[in-house]
């Protein structure tokens, strides 16, 4: 049915006849938004005093503002030709129009001396921005002595041009001699606010037995662990109290906010300052200097504003505004004609600066961004008070069962521990209502240690199988079996999306995967950044890539870099590749030999060639861009689809205003979705805190260091991690289905997927080669030499497995890694609780044991014991599990989930390999070795084998294992 046939329900038509006046609209997921706000569009233009000049009409794609064109055109008198002109653009178009027609000196109202002209490029491709910030970072610290401890304690400089681009979003920026209309004030941050969480934090809980201690002082349990803090610090009990304290004392609220940062924001004024005059210099200007200036123009050329006075103001998907952008619309907007439309349970943008409280609180900040607009002369002269709120509920998209399921999503706990007022959540959801009648869909979990098997496995039950039928009006009873191409896997990272594909083309299923890709983690990359080393003399690092590539095993490849007898036809390509003088040249030749001839080869060379434009290139250049663009795990747009009838994989972000028949939800894990790790800036800003350093390089004793700070550990353990996002992403996944809708998870499923309302179904996949046959990458061939090197062992090749053979109570190994898991991250300081079920005692006896020991924690550390057995060298690697290191001691630790101690003569033979090995590399302290036992929380200390002992265990292995049959 086209859209003129579509008659628009009861609440669309109010939206459409509502044509004067102040509208907040809440357009549910499948609501019909694009169709109605056209409509209404289309509506006040057939007015007899509205010209298309009038009427401004701002979405965030090209293509949104391009498709909504094409709709009015159907509801009006007026042409596709009369409307091109027409403001119906995106944000950023529109701030681009306006100066380049009126702002060539915008750059003076910043005490800027240059101009924008026609000439001036919009820089869209960040990582070419990148290496420009980069090359400015450089430049602004020769300039710039002062500053560069600054730039000590950062791990990367890129995340000061994020810092920059935050400020921009929110309407804080520089002038030559300060900050644009008193923007520092925003700097310093809201002490009563911060107030108002550190107290909430700080109230003792209610226990069984009485108050509790606060979750504040709780989680200032870790304080200091693995930390260095200048001398001025805190101590952890001068911080918490002794003993039985329930709560800190309310004075560390003051000491935690206050700190002198005039210098820190000085330096983050000349920086950002410096970086406009650097960019303007350069000839280009960014998303958010567009924004910046264009509402520096409108804010200081009174006239100017008065003369792009719209009558009428209308915002698409206002929940992915930023706050710049808002008060942006206000100076454009002459009337109180203002129509914002979109929906909060979709805003899945912060970090492109999106604010979801510019809808969820919409009145109140449209008067303090009125006022704050207003306070040296009136530039809004609209009232804002009166504001007339809509609701579009009408789903044309999902069943009613999607619909009510999705709900639930707004309201899970994203970890084990958070604290969510789900009744207060559901207050503020608009119910939908599905206006399909079919009951046919399908919501189900499932898990797999291997997902991806289970995923591909899960594809082959649902094609073809009506128990999965699709709505398709042209079928005969208005289902029909699903094909691939009805089915979209969308994932919360891009790597798990990339990785499935990659799966996926090795049993022929036919997937395309859109929405970006990390195009310098991709194999293509991998192996240009190998040759570019062996080119530049890094031979180490880039031949062991590519031998690794050709199937030599590390220890063939070990012995080939020592000997450096590289294979004859490698050292002919080499020398090929030295011949080629444009990195795109040795791109090309590169991918031509692995037979790489995609999408993902061919956008690469158009990167490079974009950022190394000349004839001639330093390969080192080149290799430091690729090794820092990897890093930073930047994403391209990649055209990578096999054609019709294939799977889609996507990104939840790049999902966002999509449909597909079937959704399947996938790598709902812990450290996925949500993500593990907060953000690692060592300075950034926020609202409640301002402008903050996480770290502080300081020279105390003679000795210089970079310290972090106790005040930022203290603030971030009253503002707690907000999730609030992830179930917002959660619930846009869900809202994208129309028929049937999925779950999947691997071993390890995050609190998300365990608290959804569904029994997951745990497979044993058995996937099948799909029609197409299995894809087989080609690769460089060499020859493989006969094997040489050491022979490797590893501890539990010592072990006698019979002492387990009459053990019928364990927990398995899936128990056990999440056990191992859990005191990794506990002990790397980590904010974790001990889950709830059987692993729950486990995880607590490990923190408590954890919490009692003093010194510096090494995790996971590999150990290498090398010894010579009968003139053979053999090698037994391991890992320790933890290292606890004193200034006179080391101790090593080995966790076991066994529910007894019935093999700990075994384990006698695995700890003391790890003894020897710590042994030698501190030979200066005394070591210990212990065994752990999670289950009742009881260390034992063990008395360790000697060398000899050892190579006596050994030597009786080899000789089992070379007499044993062959299978």
Same mark, same amino acid.
């Not at 929110?170 to 107030?195: S, V």
């Not at 990104?651 to 450290?671: D, F, M, S």
């Not at 056990?816 to 995880?843: C, K, L, M, Q, W």
């Given at each position: 049915?086209?859209?003129?046939?579509?008659?628009?329900?009861?609440?669309?038509?109010?939206?459409?006849?509502?044509?004067?006046?102040?509208?907040?609209?809440?357009?549910?997921?499948?609501?019909?938004? /694009?169709?109605?706000?056209?409509?209404?569009?289309?509506?006040?233009? @057939?007015?007899?005093?509205?010209?298309?000049? %009038?009427?401004?009409?701002?979405?965030?794609?090209?293509?949104?503002?391009?498709?909504?064109? @094409?709709?009015?055109?159907?509801?009006?008198?007026?042409?596709?030709?009369?409307?091109? #002109?027409?403001?119906?653009?995106?944000?950023?178009?529109?701030?681009?129009?306006?100066?380049?027609?009126?702002?060539?000196?915008?750059?003076?109202?910043?005490?800027?001396?240059?101009?924008?002209?026609?000439?001036?490029?919009?820089?869209?491709?960040?990582?070419?921005?990148?290496?420009?910030?980069?090359?400015?970072?450089?430049?602004?610290?020769?300039?710039?002595?002062?500053?560069?401890?600054?730039?000590?304690?950062?791990?990367?400089?890129?995340?000061?041009?994020?810092?920059?681009?935050?400020?921009?979003?929110?309407?804080?920026?520089?002038?030559?001699?300060?900050?644009?209309?008193?923007?520092?004030?925003?700097?310093?941050?809201?002490?009563?606010?911060?107030?108002?969480?550190?107290?909430?934090?700080?109230?003792?809980?209610?226990?069984?037995?009485?108050? /509790?201690?606060?979750?504040?002082?709780?989680?200032?349990?870790?304080?200091?662990?693995?930390?260095?803090?200048?001398?001025?610090?805190?101590?952890?009990?001068?911080?918490?109290?002794?003993?039985?304290?329930?709560?800190?004392? +309310?004075?560390?609220?003051?000491?935690?906010?206050?700190?002198?940062?005039?210098?820190?924001?000085?330096?983050?004024?000349?920086?950002?300052?410096?970086?406009?005059?650097?960019?303007?210099?350069?000839?280009?200007?960014?998303?958010?200097?567009?924004?910046?200036?264009?509402?520096?123009?409108?804010?200081?050329?009174?006239?100017?504003?008065?003369?792009?006075?719209?009558?009428?103001?209308?915002?698409?998907?206002?929940?992915?505004?930023?706050?710049?952008?808002?008060?942006?619309?206000?100076?454009? +907007?002459?009337?109180?004609?203002?129509?914002?439309?979109?929906?909060?349970?979709?805003?899945?943008?912060?970090?492109?600066? +999106?604010? $979801?409280?510019?809808? &969820?609180?919409?009145?109140?900040?449209?008067?303090?961004?009125?006022?704050?607009?207003?306070?040296?002369?009136?530039?809004?002269?609209?009232?804002?008070?009166?504001?007339?709120?809509?609701?579009?509920?009408?789903?044309?998209?999902?069943?009613?069962?999607?619909?009510?399921?999705?709900?639930?999503?707004?309201?899970?706990?994203?970890?084990?521990?958070? @604290?969510? @007022?789900?009744? %207060?959540?559901?207050?503020?959801? $608009?119910?939908?209502?599905?206006?399909?009648?079919?009951?046919?869909?399908?919501?189900?979990?499932?898990?797999?240690?291997?997902?991806?098997?289970?995923?591909?496995?899960?594809?082959?039950?649902?094609?073809?199988?009506?128990?999965?039928?699709?709505?398709?009006?042209?079928?005969? %009873?208005?289902?029909?079996?699903?094909?691939?191409?009805?089915?979209?896997?969308?994932?919360?990272?891009?790597?798990?999306?990339?990785?499935?594909?990659?799966?996926?083309?090795?049993?022929?299923?036919?997937?395309?995967?859109?929405?970006?890709?990390?195009?310098?983690?991709?194999?293509?990359?991998?192996?240009?950044?190998?040759?570019?080393?062996?080119?530049?003399?890094?031979?180490?690092?880039?031949?062991?890539? $590519?031998?690794?590539?050709?199937?030599?095993?590390?220890?063939?490849?070990?012995?080939?870099?020592?000997?450096?007898?590289?294979?004859?036809?490698?050292?002919?390509?080499?020398?090929?590749?030295?011949?080629?003088?444009?990195?795109?040249?040795?791109?090309?030749?590169?991918?031509?030999?692995?037979?790489?001839?995609?999408?993902?080869?061919?956008?690469?060379?158009?990167?490079?060639?974009?950022?190394?434009?000349?004839?001639?290139?330093?390969?080192?250049?080149?290799?430091?861009?690729?090794?820092?663009?990897?890093? +930073?795990?930047?994403?391209?747009?990649?055209?990578?689809?096999?054609?019709?009838?294939?799977? /889609?994989?996507?990104?939840?972000?790049?999902?966002?205003?999509?449909?597909?028949?079937?959704?399947?939800?996938?790598?709902?894990?812990?450290?996925?979705?949500?993500?593990?790790?907060?953000?690692?800036?060592?300075?950034?800003?926020?609202?409640?805190?301002?402008?903050?350093?996480?770290?502080?390089?300081?020279?105390?004793?003679?000795?210089?260091?970079?310290?972090?700070?106790?005040?930022?550990?203290?603030?971030?353990?009253?503002?707690?991690?907000?999730?609030?996002?992830?179930?917002?992403?959660?619930?846009?996944?869900?809202?994208?289905?129309?028929?049937?809708?999925?779950?999947?998870?691997?071993?390890?499923?995050?609190?998300?997927?365990?608290?959804?309302?569904?029994?997951?179904?745990?497979?044993?996949?058995?996937?099948?080669?799909?029609?197409?046959?299995?894809?087989?990458?080609?690769?460089?061939?060499?020859?493989?030499?006969?094997?040489?090197?050491?022979?490797?062992?590893?501890?539990?090749?010592?072990?006698?497995?019979?002492?387990?053979?009459?053990?019928? #109570?364990?927990?398995?190994?899936?128990?056990? &890694?999440?056990?191992?898991?859990?005191?990794?991250?506990?002990?790397?300081?980590?904010? $974790?609780?001990?889950?709830?079920?059987?692993?729950?005692?486990?995880?607590?006896?490990?923190?408590?044991?954890?919490?009692?020991?003093?010194?510096?924690?090494?995790?996971?550390?590999?150990?290498?014991?090398?010894?010579?057995?009968?003139?053979?060298?053999?090698?037994?690697?391991?890992?320790?599990?933890?290292?606890?290191?004193?200034?006179?001691?080391?101790?090593?630790?080995?966790?076991?989930? #066994?529910?007894?101690?019935?093999?700990?003569?075994?384990?006698?033979?695995?700890?003391?390999?790890?003894?020897?090995?710590?042994?030698?590399?501190?030979? %200066?302290?005394?070591?210990?070795?212990?065994?752990?036992?999670?289950?009742?929380?009881?260390?034992?200390?063990?008395?360790?084998?000697?060398?000899?002992?050892?190579?006596?265990?050994?030597?009786?292995?080899?000789?089992?294992?070379?007499?044993?049959?062959?299978?």
């Amino acid at each position: 049915m086209t859209d003129t046939a579509i008659t628009p329900n009861d609440q669309q038509q109010e939206l459409i006849d509502a044509t004067e006046g102040t509208y907040l609209v809440d357009a549910g997921a499948g609501t019909g938004k /694009t169709f109605t706000v056209t409509r209404r569009y289309a509506n006040i233009l @057939d007015q007899d005093d509205v010209e298309p000049e %009038d009427l401004l009409l701002l979405t965030f794609t090209n293509n949104a503002a391009e498709e909504m064109k @094409d709709r009015i055109v159907a509801h009006c008198d007026y042409s596709m030709a009369a409307l091109r #002109d027409a403001p119906i653009s995106t944000f950023h178009s529109l701030a681009h129009d306006i100066l380049l027609r009126y702002g060539f000196e915008a750059p003076q109202i910043l005490g800027i001396d240059d101009r924008i002209t026609s000439s001036t490029q919009l820089l869209e491709n960040e990582v070419i921005e990148n290496e420009r910030f980069r090359e400015f970072v450089g430049r602004f610290v020769r300039k710039h002595p002062e500053y560069e401890d600054y730039f000590r304690i950062l791990s990367d400089e890129s995340s000061l041009l994020a810092q920059i681009k935050q400020l921009a979003a929110k309407g804080i920026f520089p002038t030559r001699e300060g900050w644009f209309r008193h923007g520092e004030r925003y700097l310093d941050g809201d002490f009563e606010e911060f107030k108002e969480y550190f107290t909430q934090a700080n109230t003792p809980n209610e226990g069984t037995n009485g108050p /509790t201690q606060s979750d504040l002082r709780d989680n200032l349990g870790l304080y200091g662990r693995n930390k260095c803090y200048l001398p001025e610090a805190p101590g952890k009990t001068e911080l918490r109290g002794g003993r039985g304290t329930k709560q800190i004392d +309310a004075e560390w609220a003051n000491r935690a906010f206050e700190e002198d940062r005039s210098e820190l924001k000085q330096f983050v004024h000349d920086l950002y300052f410096e970086y406009i005059e650097f960019a303007l210099g350069r000839n280009y200007l960014n998303f958010s200097f567009l924004l910046l200036f264009a509402f520096a123009l409108l804010c200081e050329d009174h006239a100017l504003r008065e003369e792009l006075a719209f009558e009428y103001t209308m915002i698409d998907e206002f929940q992915d505004t930023s706050e710049i952008q808002f008060k942006l619309a206000l100076l454009l +907007a002459g009337t109180d004609n203002i129509c914002v439309v979109g929906d909060w349970k979709q805003s899945i943008y912060s970090f492109q600066y +999106a604010s $979801v409280d510019n809808i &969820r609180r919409f009145e109140e900040r449209l008067q303090t961004y009125k006022s704050e607009l207003n306070n040296d002369i009136e530039r809004v002269g609209y009232p804002v008070e009166d504001v007339t709120e809509i609701e579009l509920t009408q789903n044309y998209r999902s069943t009613q069962e999607i619909l009510d399921f999705s709900e639930c999503s707004l309201t899970l706990p994203a970890t084990n521990n958070e @604290d969510l @007022d789900a009744d %207060d959540v559901r207050e503020s959801i $608009v119910s939908l209502n599905a206006d399909s009648t079919n009951e046919h869909s399908r919501i189900e979990a499932t898990t797999g240690d291997d997902e991806y098997e289970a995923l591909l496995d899960r594809v082959q039950e649902i094609v073809d199988n009506p128990e999965y039928a699709v709505a398709d009006a042209d079928a005969n %009873d208005g289902l029909r079996p699903p094909t691939y191409e009805d089915i979209a896997i969308l994932t919360r990272t891009r790597r798990f999306g990339r990785e499935l594909q990659q799966r996926a083309d090795e049993y022929g299923f036919p997937v395309a995967y859109e929405g970006g890709v990390e195009l310098f983690s991709t194999d293509q990359v991998l192996l240009l950044l190998a040759w570019l080393r062996i080119l530049e003399n890094d031979a180490d690092r880039g031949w062991a890539v $590519v031998l690794e590539r050709a199937g030599y095993t590390l220890d063939e490849a070990d012995q080939i870099l020592d000997t450096e007898a590289y294979p004859s036809n490698m050292v002919a390509f080499r020398d090929e590749l030295a011949d080629i003088e444009t990195v795109g040249g040795i791109a090309r030749r590169v991918f031509d030999r692995y037979g790489f001839e995609d999408a993902y080869a061919d956008t690469l060379v158009t990167t490079l060639e974009g950022v190394f434009s000349s004839t001639h290139m330093n390969r080192g250049e080149v290799i430091q861009f690729i090794e820092r663009s990897l890093d +930073a795990g930047s994403t391209h747009e990649v055209d990578d689809s096999p054609g019709t009838d294939s799977i /889609t994989v996507q990104t939840i972000h790049a999902a966002k205003g999509l449909e597909h028949p079937i959704v399947i939800l996938a790598n709902v894990n812990q450290h996925n979705f949500p993500p593990s790790g907060g953000d690692g800036d060592a300075i950034r800003y926020d609202d409640t805190a301002g402008l903050r350093q996480t770290k502080h390089y300081s020279t105390v004793h003679d000795l210089p260091h970079v310290y972090h700070s106790w005040r930022h550990d203290v603030r971030s353990a009253c503002l707690s991690r907000e999730y609030d996002e992830e179930r917002r992403l959660m619930y846009v996944a869900m809202t994208r289905a129309k028929d049937h809708l999925l779950f999947s998870a691997g071993s390890s499923p995050s609190a998300l997927f365990d608290n959804l309302p569904l029994e997951p179904e745990e497979r044993e996949p058995d996937v099948q080669p799909a029609d197409g046959g299995i894809t087989v990458q080609s690769h460089l061939q060499i020859s493989i030499p006969n094997r040489e090197g050491p022979v490797a062992q590893s501890p539990h090749t010592l072990i006698d497995d019979s002492v387990f053979e009459d053990v019928s #109570d364990g927990k398995g190994s899936e128990f056990g &890694r999440r056990v191992h898991e859990f005191a990794e991250r506990y002990a790397e300081g980590e904010a $974790v609780e001990p889950e709830n079920g059987e692993i729950n005692s486990d995880e607590r006896h490990i923190k408590a044991f954890l919490d009692s020991l003093d010194g510096d924690f090494r995790v996971e550390e590999p150990a290498y014991l090398p010894l010579t057995i009968d003139g053979e060298e053999v090698s037994i690697s391991g890992v320790i599990d933890l290292l606890c290191i004193r200034p006179n001691e080391v101790e090593i630790i080995d966790y076991k989930t #066994d529910r007894g101690q019935h093999a700990q003569s075994e384990y006698r033979k695995q700890v003391s390999v790890y003894y020897h090995v710590v042994s030698q590399c501190f030979p %200066d302290r005394d070591v210990s070795v212990g065994i752990f036992y999670t289950e009742d929380g009881s260390p034992v200390p063990i008395n360790p084998l000697t060398e000899d002992e050892l190579i006596a265990l050994v030597r009786t292995e080899m000789a089992t294992s070379s007499s044993a049959p062959a299978g």
